[in-house]
């Protein structure tokens, strides 16, 4: 069966520090990856997606960038974090005609 | 334990017929509310929230959805249903700390909806 692992749960980083979040996909193969983030008194947003090695799609510009260096490995980064930054991150992933698998999340805390 | 109840896996309504979509959701805080769709090979599309105020919220595309807190429950509805709202659809609950911080989301396993002509 397909699992999804995203970590850490928690992070908390100080202002101007490096990201690296990660997120990898088990027991399926070419899977769409998707990187979301929950705003402030929003519903979900739509960071980066992925259908395939290299192939990183931005759904809107950010102090983010997103990597797929593996086929089931999708990694949210950041050079300098801001205050801004902190939020709810979920990794999700989908077939092309399958439904969305959610990660746990990653709360981030920017302080 | 927090948790969200999707109980129809699959729902299958003629086009123009009406269609509810139910939610039930375990949460100790109170709930914020959220239901989004999502078409094959695409990302999710926020339809409508809940987070105060009047329970009965309307959301894109037509469609609306009723906050119950004695019925713990947060469903779907559109009175009439077009072939191209065929998707995947998944609600979700969550809560803002204190403070304005970000709150974790829980989702349901989804409910996916088939039209027929």
């Known amino acids: 069966s397909q699992t999804i692992h995203q970590w850490p749960a928690t992070l908390v980083q100080p202002v101007g520090s490096p990201l690296s979040l990660e997120c990898t996909v088990e027991?399926?193969?070419?899977?769409?990856l998707y990187w979301y983030r929950q705003a402030a008194g929003r519903g979900l947003q739509l960071l980066f997606y992925?259908?395939?090695?290299?192939?990183i799609s931005s759904e809107v510009p950010q102090n983010l960038s997103a990597s797929r260096p593996q086929d089931r490995q999708f990694i949210l980064s950041s050079k300098k974090l801001l205050l801004s930054d902190s939020g709810f991150y979920l990794c999700a992933w989908s077939g092309t005609s399958t439904k969305a698998f959610f990660g746990q999340g990653t709360r981030l805390t920017v302080v | 334990a927090q948790s969200v109840t999707q109980p129809d896996i699959h729902i299958t309504v003629s086009e123009g017929a009406s269609l509810e979509l139910r939610c039930n959701y375990s949460y100790g805080a109170t709930p914020y509310l959220f239901w989004y769709v999502q078409s094959p090979g695409q990302g999710l599309q926020l339809l409508l929230k809940y987070f105060s105020g009047d329970t009965l919220v309307q959301g894109i595309k037509g469609f609306e959805a009723e906050f119950k807190r004695s019925q713990s429950s947060f469903n779907l509805r559109k009175p009439s249903v077009h072939w191209s709202d065929a998707a995947e659809y998944f609600c979700?609950?969550?809560?803002?700390?204190?403070?304005?911080?970000?709150?974790?989301?829980?989702f349901g396993k989804g409910t996916k909806l088939s039209v027929k002509p």
């Open positions: 992925s259908v395939g090695i290299g192939q």
């Open positions: 979700a609950v969550g809560a803002m700390d204190y403070g304005g911080s970000q709150g974790n989301l829980i």
């Open positions: 027991g399926t193969s070419n899977p769409n």
